[in-house]
T-cell receptor
Framework: AQTVTQSQPEMSVQEAETVTLSCTYD???????LFWYKQPPSRQMILVIR??????QNATENRFSVNFQKAAKSFSLKISDSQLGDAAMYFC???????????FGKGTKLTVNP | NAGVTQTPKFQVLKTGQSMTLQCAQD?????MSWYRQDPGMGLRLIHY???????DQGEVPNGYNVSRSTTEDFPLRLLSAAPSQTSVYFC??????????????FGSGTQLSVL
């Protein structure tokens, strides 16, 4: 079974600063994907970034990047130049390769202070 | 292109009542799924389907039924609602088993309260 652990229930950051959200996972699969989803107060689930486990290069999407440490089963999200609109719940998730059955962590609530 | 549409957005039930949460997608996705989101618990998979006529259980299937008679629709039925089913429910869909381009599309959620 796959599990995802987000050890930080809440985080805060000053506007324009950088923040890192932690995620560790456990899986017996050799082929899997990792995701970060953002859930703003509107409740909509928004895919922020995804990483294929077979790729060594860390994924980046504009101000969002990941630090993927496969041996340590760690998948942290770095948000640079934080903006007020980044305030949301952030969920880390994993799925077996070829499957869309995501397993989610419990989430981290990010507050951005002006 | 409407994406994934869930109805209703809000619902209040009494214990023992039944209801169906509707989910429809217009992207010709093979895969459809239902998640529930509880405070402090993240999202947990209830049921999923990889095509019309094919359904399977997820992590928390008890108390819920599903069917998939068409590619577009995947309703979730609560036969006898219980307070423990108070939650936010999300429907999600995607193409199935197409590799790195797969992306899960979520509906906007249904807030369900069971009194």
């Amino acid at each position: 079974a796959q599990t995802v652990t987000q050890s930080q229930p809440e985080m805060s950051v000053q506007e324009a600063e950088t923040v890192t959200l932690s995620c560790t996972y456990d899986t017996s699969e050799s082929d899997y994907y990792l995701f970060w989803y953002k859930q703003p107060p509107s409740r909509q689930m928004i895919l922020v970034i995804r990483q294929e486990a077979y790729k060594q290069q860390n994924a980046t999407e504009n101000r969002f990047s990941v630090n993927f440490q496969k041996a340590a089963k760690s998948f942290s999200l770095k948000i640079s130049d934080s903006q007020l609109g980044d305030a949301a719940m952030y969920f880390c998730a994993t799925a077996q390769g070829g499957s869309e059955k995501l397993v989610f962590g419990k989430g981290t609530k990010l507050t951005v202070n002006p | 292109n409407a994406g994934v549409t869930q109805t209703p957005k809000f619902q209040v039930l009494k214990t023992g009542q039944s209801m169906t949460l509707q989910c429809a997608q217009d992207m010709n996705h093979e895969y459809m799924s239902w998640y529930r989101q509880d405070p402090g618990m993240g999202l947990r998979l209830i049921h999923y389907s990889v095509g019309a006529g094919i359904t399977d259980q997820g992590e928390v299937p008890n108390g819920y039924n599903v069917s998939r008679s068409t590619t577009e629709d995947f309703p979730l039925r609560l036969l006898s609602a219980a307070p423990s089913q108070t939650s936010v429910y999300f429907c999600a869909s995607s193409y199935w088993n197409r590799g790195a381009d797969e992306k899960l599309f979520f509906g906007s959620g249904t807030q369900l309260s069971v009194l």
